[in-house]
């Protein structure tokens, strides 16, 4: 069977003399990885960079089997935006282990796949870390660790939320939570108005919040 998709290149290792091993983050199937037989060929200089978004076929004799990527065809040329900026690059060594490590094989996430493409497209660092902090948190709902943020665990009211449960993930207002305020998360309140202009504060807020949650339930 043959499929046609587009995706973001993830990661690409030499195999033997000639071929690639390329793990894509696709719109269709999620994060898919296949065998490219002449992935080192001239042609294909540049075409594996990680961040770049590119057309592909692919196929296997058998569900289970490696797909063998071909007709392989660049769309948008990310990772040319990052060579200049040390950091975004610094960044991208964090950032793709972790989409490695979080989606699952041929399962379709288009919220995060959407996400990874503001990632891989931002223009400075700040713009990178707010997406990336949105793709952690809806990472957490993808693997079934969603946090309740709609209103306070203890009285039920829907303003002033202020803190969020490293126990329950549920949120808490501000009168309830200030006794136990250096145990508590700050509530996410960018992520939840759906903002792309956050503090550096905030982004590691959620970063730290995250962070706890994926390593407490996932990793």
């Given at each position: 069977m043959i499929v046609k998709d587009e995706g973001y290149v993830l990661n690409a290792h030499k195999y033997g003399e000639k071929s690639l091993i390329?793990?894509?983050f696709s719109l269709?199937?999620?994060k898919i990885t296949g065998?490219?037989?002449d992935g080192v060929n001239?042609?294909?200089r540049g075409l594996f960079q990680?961040?770049?978004?590119?057309?592909?076929?692919?196929?296997?004799r058998l569900e289970e089997n490696m797909r063998r990527l071909f007709r392989l065809e660049l769309i948008e040329p990310n990772a040319v935006l990052?060579?200049?900026d040390?950091?975004?690059l610094e960044l991208l060594t964090s950032v793709v282990p972790m989409m490695l490590r979080l989606l699952n094989e041929n399962e379709e996430a288009l919220l995060l796949y959407e996400i990874a493409g503001?990632?891989?497209?931002?223009?400075?660092?700040k713009e990178m870390l707010t997406h990336y902090a949105y793709f952690e948190f809806y990472a957490l709902e993808y693997l079934g660790l969603g946090l309740s943020l709609d209103c306070c665990a203890v009285t039920g009211q829907t303003e002033g939320l202020y803190y969020v449960s490293p126990k329950t993930g549920k949120a808490v207002c501000r009168e309830v939570g200030a006794p136990y305020a250096d145990r508590l998360f700050l509530y996410p309140h960018f992520i939840v108005d759906k903002s792309d202009t956050p503090s550096y504060a905030e982004i590691f807020n959620v970063l730290k919040m995250t962070e706890f949650f994926l390593y407490e339930n996932f990793f």
């Open positions: 390329v793990t894509l269709n199937y999620g065998f490219v037989a001239k042609k294909h990680v961040g770049n978004k590119l057309f592909f076929e692919a196929s296997a990052m060579m200049n040390f950091r975004r503001k990632i891989f497209k931002s223009k400075n660092i």
